[in-house]
């Protein structure tokens, strides 16, 4: 069940992925959440805030699937690695809208909040990455050490640039599958992809 605020935050997040924060109303907002516009105010203060907000909000889901992983004893270093990838990868396929507004304000952003926020982020996965590639080299499981920043920037990089030139590719290719059904195995493709590139710089050999 969507509450109210979680409502307002959704609205807002497709209106700045296509406006920007700028050219986004607080009546638009409040429009498109078909609320009155003293609501965001109520829940939010203003419009900079309930920006901040939706960022926090969406950068505390990405984090609780990282520390979940983590902490799993069932599957090995390897297989936390595709798991990684794959939930990452469902993150930017079905949260496009807030990956767009992300990727924007890592080029423009002034906010120091969500500058705090994104490095927070990145530093988070990093520290995640570094966890599971020590493990994993203890064990053997893994048999290469490659500098870590390198690593997330392999995975985040491919992910986003993929995800961006999604319309493209499907022209390129000529493809007439319906979005959904292209989507599900453009996504497919590219975790395999980067699962691949993931083996060869960790070392890992699947029937070692």
């Given at each position: 069940?969507?509450s109210?605020?979680?409502?307002?935050?959704?609205a807002?997040e497709?209106?700045?992925?296509e406006?920007?924060f700028?050219?986004t109303?607080?009546?638009e907002?409040?429009?498109?959440?078909n609320?009155n516009i003293?609501?965001i105010?109520?829940?939010?203060g203003?419009?900079?805030?309930?920006?901040?907000?939706?960022?926090?909000?969406?950068?505390?889901?990405?984090?609780?699937?990282a520390?979940?992983?983590?902490?799993r004893?069932?599957?090995?270093?390897?297989?936390?690695?595709?798991?990684?990838?794959?939930q990452?990868?469902?993150?930017?396929r079905?949260?496009?809208?807030?990956?767009?507004?992300?990727?924007?304000e890592q080029l423009?952003?002034?906010n120091?909040?969500?500058v705090?926020f994104?490095?927070?982020?990145?530093?988070?996965?990093?520290?995640?990455?570094?966890?599971?590639l020590?493990?994993?080299?203890?064990?053997?499981?893994?048999t290469k050490?490659?500098?870590?920043?390198?690593?997330?920037?392999?995975?985040?990089?491919?992910?986003?640039?993929?995800?961006?030139?999604?319309?493209?590719?499907?022209?390129?290719?000529n493809?007439?599958?319906?979005?959904?059904?292209?989507?599900?195995?453009?996504?497919?493709?590219?975790?395999?992809h980067?699962?691949y590139l993931?083996?060869?710089?960790l070392?890992?050999e699947?029937?070692k």
């Amino acid at each position: 069940m969507v509450s109210k605020e979680e409502n307002i935050l959704f609205a807002a997040e497709k209106l700045f992925a296509e406006k920007g924060f700028e050219g986004t109303s607080t009546r638009e907002i409040s429009k498109a959440a078909n609320v009155n516009i003293s609501m965001i105010s109520y829940y939010f203060g203003s419009k900079e805030k309930l920006y901040e907000k939706l960022v926090e909000y969406r950068m505390n889901e990405g984090q609780f699937f990282a520390k979940d992983i983590l902490e799993r004893t069932d599957i090995n270093e390897w297989q936390k690695i595709e798991r990684i990838v794959d939930q990452f990868s469902g993150r930017v396929r079905h949260h496009k809208c807030f990956y767009r507004i992300m990727q924007r304000e890592q080029l423009h952003t002034e906010n120091p909040q969500i500058v705090e926020f994104l490095k927070q982020t990145k530093m988070g996965f990093i520290s995640m990455y570094s966890q599971v590639l020590e493990s994993g080299l203890k064990k053997g499981i893994f048999t290469k050490n490659p500098p870590i920043y390198l690593l997330h920037a392999t995975v985040s990089g491919t992910l986003f640039y993929a995800s961006n030139a999604k319309e493209m590719y499907k022209e390129f290719l000529n493809d007439p599958a319906e979005d959904e059904v292209f989507d599900e195995k453009y996504y497919t493709e590219l975790n395999l992809h980067i699962k691949y590139l993931l083996k060869d710089l960790l070392g890992y050999e699947e029937n070692k």
